[in-house]
């Protein structure tokens, strides 16, 4: 029921948000840094690591009056660590709504099973014919698996401005852009996925009773990776004059743009994996 789910599956908890920054100017240096963590651990059970970190500079130097220099860095990562929790989204397989009078935990407070995908009576009659445990604890089962993801961020900036006149000036700019995202679960060897998996594709003998098992015992490792990397430039001129006093004004622009964008990634999968000799 929700009020077994909001009792044993969601805990209480406290954000945490930490900003800094610091900005000054000369006559030939503008310069601007900031800093920022933000920690939520969320309120679902199991969530170990929710984190972010934010970093800027920004920087103009003045060459003469004329010619100026601007430079500048962003960068972010978010870090998540979590188990296996489903939350409000548990049910009993499938489309199936959790039954009303399910229970996650008995009287003394131990972790108890519940109907998932299959009848109660098949997954004990499975596990007396030699396969493995098929009952689904989604307490236990929260610990059993350990997602991992990690993303980063990096923006370079570089730009040239030069004042040819009062109201006409020109620009270059440089933008160079790294994104990268990893994304590890690994499935312990007593999580319900890997019990359940390892179990569909078992083959038992009907004459000597072997079995074989196709997908090994041991833990399941899920491994995606992404990367994209860009550079772009830009030409520019812009030209702005007021005439009479501010009562008319003409702005306008012109420039080029050119930009290289490349994604690449890779995905993996390790049955019967061993994280002691991996």
């Known amino acids: 029921s929700n009020s077994e789910i909001q009792k044993h599956l969601y805990r209480n908890t406290i954000n945490q948000q930490y900003q800094m920054n610091i900005s000054g100017n000369t006559p030939f240096v503008n310069y601007y840094f900031s800093g920022g963590f933000d920690r939520s651990p969320g309120t679902l059970v199991g969530v170990k690591r929710n984190d972010r970190i934010n970093l800027r500079s920004s920087n103009e130097f003045k060459i003469t009056q004329k010619f100026s220099i601007e430079a500048g860095i962003n960068y972010m990562q978010t870090n998540l660590s979590t188990g296996n929790n489903p939350g409000l989204n548990l049910n009993a397989g499938g489309s199936k709504g959790l039954y009303p009078y399910a229970r996650l935990v008995d009287e003394n407070g131990n972790p108890l099973s519940i109907v998932q995908n299959y009848r109660t009576r098949f997954t004990h009659d499975a596990t007396q014919n030699g396969l493995l445990d098929w009952n689904y604890n989604p307490i236990q089962d929260i610990t059993a698996t350990n997602a991992k993801d990690v993303s980063k961020d990096i923006m370079l900036k570089t730009a040239l401005r030069y004042k040819i006149i009062k109201s006409l000036n020109a620009e ?9 995202s990893s ?3 690994q499935y312990g060897g007593s999580s319900y996925t890997v019990r359940d998996l390892i179990n569909k594709f078992t083959q038992i003998d009907e004459q000597t009773g ?11 490792m899920r491994l995606r990776n992404t990367y994209t990397k860009s550079h772009q430039g830009r030409a520019q001129l812009n030209y702005s004059q007021i005439f009479e006093n501010g009562r008319h004004q003409i702005s306008a622009l012109a420039g080029m743009e050119i930009k290289d964008l490349a994604t690449t990634g890779n995905l993996a999968e390790y049955y019967g994996y061993n994280p002691m000799t991996s």
Do not use: M
């Open 172 to 180: 270059l700019i440089y933008q160079y852009q790294d994104i990268s």
């Open 183 to 185: 994304n590890n679960i």
């Open 210 to 220: 072997a079995i074989t098992r196709p997908v090994p015992l041991g833990d399941l």
